[in-house]
């Protein structure tokens, strides 16, 4: 088991920024990738950005060039640094773990944390 804790939501003006992180717990955290998705108001669950043990990214085309993906293994955390932030941004944030990237660009993650709002004013 992979216990994930999202941080660091909130309310924020457009173009502002945010940092969210993400606490794991349990199995080894370099094993996994670490994904964050997103929930906009009324839409699907949607891919933002994954990072694999080794530092490779991904990034859906919405956030590339505003938000990147860190990770500490020492600290076993993931975190998402969010800039120049969008209205369209507003969503719940969900941080996830999986072994395998094809998974977790799809969705389709082992273990998710609880989610943590994001909210951007215009």
């Known amino acids: 088991q992979v216990q994930l804790v999202e941080s660091g939501g909130g309310l924020v003006q457009a173009g502002g920024s945010l940092r969210l992180s993400c606490a794991a717990s349990?199995?080894?955290?370099?094993?996994?990738?670490m994904g964050w998705f997103r929930q906009p108001p009324g839409k699907a669950r949607e891919f933002v950005a994954h990072?694999?043990?080794?530092?490779?990214?991904y990034y859906a085309d919405s956030v590339k060039g505003r938000f990147t993906i860190p990770r500490d293994n020492a600290k076993n955390t993931v975190s998402l640094q969010m800039n120049s932030l969008k209205p369209e941004d507003t969503a719940v944030y969900y941080c996830a773990a999986e072994r395998w990237a094809s998974r977790l660009r799809i969705g389709a993650a082992d273990y998710w944390g609880q989610g943590t709002q994001v909210t951007v004013s215009s």
């Open positions: 990072i694999s043990s080794g530092g490779s990214t």
């Open positions: 349990g199995r080894t955290f370099s094993n996994y990738y």
